[in-house]
């Protein structure tokens, strides 16, 4: 039996071996400095090519950037995929007083500027990457991204009044939410990522208010095609907490598709090198093609 914090470290490490990969084209979608969308061209040649809008993980918090994951949409892209790398705000660098790990999100920034990046990429795409084919656009988010990426395709249904909502379900093949911090209830149980969640929500006066708004396990149904994709052996953002989103799709009368790998982690998900990425990609191509 393989020792799992020996497994978990070695999986981390390889995910974070691989040099950055520049992008092909950038674009801005305001004026912060991390408001930006970094763009990849199919590798293959082919001019048109379903569009694949990434969303990093990193917990919300701002030492972790969109730079881990271009090995992951250099991948894509040599999947024949377009593909759209968004950065966000995300929490502050210094550790409130008393804690150890940076602070985890920024309310309202964060949604602010995914709900932003995401009504913008169809119009960037078209002026920057002309082979994406916004048609066919799947959303895919490791971790926090995995969170951000099926709130963003949850949008109309946010409660009435949120500055947030969309009219009518966004324009999406689907979404592929790669190890989601899925349901916020079950991840504050289990102490996800050193109490993020809490966090990303402004602190636990705020949670009861805000949860509604942000926790996917809480915008259900959608109407969007989903699938959850997640490591039996994740310890980061343990199964249970896609096992609880999934039953609560269920419940709500919506089937949210579930892969589980066997003996994978937190990080073969988003590592070119690992098995488990091939996977990803191909549950995207499923929705995409």
Same mark, same amino acid.
């Given at each position: 039996?393989?020792?799992?914090? $020996?497994?978990d =470290? @070695?999986?981390e490490?390889s %995910?974070?071996? *691989?040099?950055a &990969?520049?992008?092909?084209? #950038? /674009?801005?979608?305001?004026?912060?400095?991390?408001?930006?969308?970094?763009?990849?061209?199919?590798?293959?040649?082919?001019?048109?090519?379903?569009?694949?809008?990434?969303?990093?993980?990193?917990a919300?918090?701002?030492?972790?950037?969109?730079?881990?994951?271009?090995?992951?949409?250099?991948?894509?892209?040599?999947?024949?995929?377009a593909?759209?790398?968004?950065?966000?705000?995300?929490?502050?660098?210094?550790?409130?007083?008393?804690?150890?790990?940076?602070?985890?999100?920024?309310?309202?920034?964060?949604?602010?500027?995914?709900?932003a990046?995401?009504?913008?990429?169809? $119009?960037?795409? =078209? @002026?920057?990457?002309?082979? %994406?084919?916004? *048609?066919?656009? &799947?959303?895919?988010?490791? #971790? /926090?991204?995995?969170?951000?990426?099926?709130?963003?395709?949850?949008?109309?249904?946010?409660?009435?009044?949120?500055?947030?909502?969309?009219?009518?379900?966004?324009?999406?093949?689907?979404?592929?939410?790669?190890?989601?911090?899925?349901?916020?209830?079950?991840?504050?149980?289990?102490?996800?990522?050193?109490?993020?969640?809490?966090?990303?929500?402004?602190?636990?006066?705020?949670?009861?208010?805000?949860?509604?708004?942000?926790?996917?396990?809480?915008?259900?149904?959608?109407?969007?095609?989903?699938?959850?994709?997640?490591?039996?052996?994740?310890?980061?953002?343990?199964? $249970?907490?896609?096992? @609880?989103?999934?039953?609560? %799709?269920?419940?709500?009368?919506?089937?949210?598709?579930?892969?589980?790998?066997?003996?994978?982690?937190?990080?073969?998900?988003?590592?070119?090198?690992?098995?488990?990425?091939?996977?990803?990609?191909?549950?995207?191509?499923?929705?995409?093609?």
């Amino acid at each position: 039996m393989p020792d799992p914090a $020996a497994r978990d =470290a @070695a999986e981390e490490a390889s %995910a974070f071996s *691989h040099p950055a &990969v520049a992008p092909d084209a #950038s /674009a801005v979608y305001g004026a912060h400095p991390d408001q930006v969308v970094d763009f990849y061209a199919p590798r293959d040649g082919r001019e048109r090519a379903p569009l694949v809008v990434v969303l990093h993980g990193g917990a919300w918090r701002a030492p972790y950037d969109r730079r881990h994951v271009t090995p992951f949409a250099d991948f894509l892209a040599r999947r024949g995929f377009a593909v759209a790398n968004v950065e966000y705000r995300r929490g502050s660098p210094i550790p409130r007083q008393g804690g150890e790990a940076p602070v985890a999100g920024r309310w309202p920034e964060t949604f602010d500027d995914v709900a932003a990046a995401l009504d913008a990429v169809p $119009a960037l795409a =078209a @002026a920057h990457l002309p082979q %994406a084919d916004t *048609h066919r656009m &799947v959303l895919t988010g490791h #971790s /926090a991204g995995g969170q951000l990426a099926l709130w963003a395709a949850a949008r109309h249904v946010l409660p009435p009044g949120s500055p947030w909502r969309l009219p009518e379900p966004p324009p999406l093949r689907g979404v592929v939410a790669l190890a989601p911090i899925a349901h916020f209830g079950r991840a504050v149980e289990l102490g996800v990522c050193g109490g993020a969640v809490t966090q990303l929500l402004g602190g636990e006066e705020a949670f009861e208010e805000r949860a509604g708004s942000a926790d996917p396990a809480a915008l259900l149904p959608t109407g969007i095609a989903t699938t959850v994709v997640q490591g039996r052996e994740d310890r980061d953002v343990p199964y $249970a907490v896609a096992d @609880a989103f999934v039953e609560a %799709a269920a419940r709500a009368g919506e089937t949210v598709g579930l892969t589980l790998l066997e003996d994978v982690g937190h990080f073969p998900l988003i590592d070119p090198a690992a098995d488990a990425c091939a996977v990803v990609a191909e549950e995207i191509a499923q929705l995409a093609f």
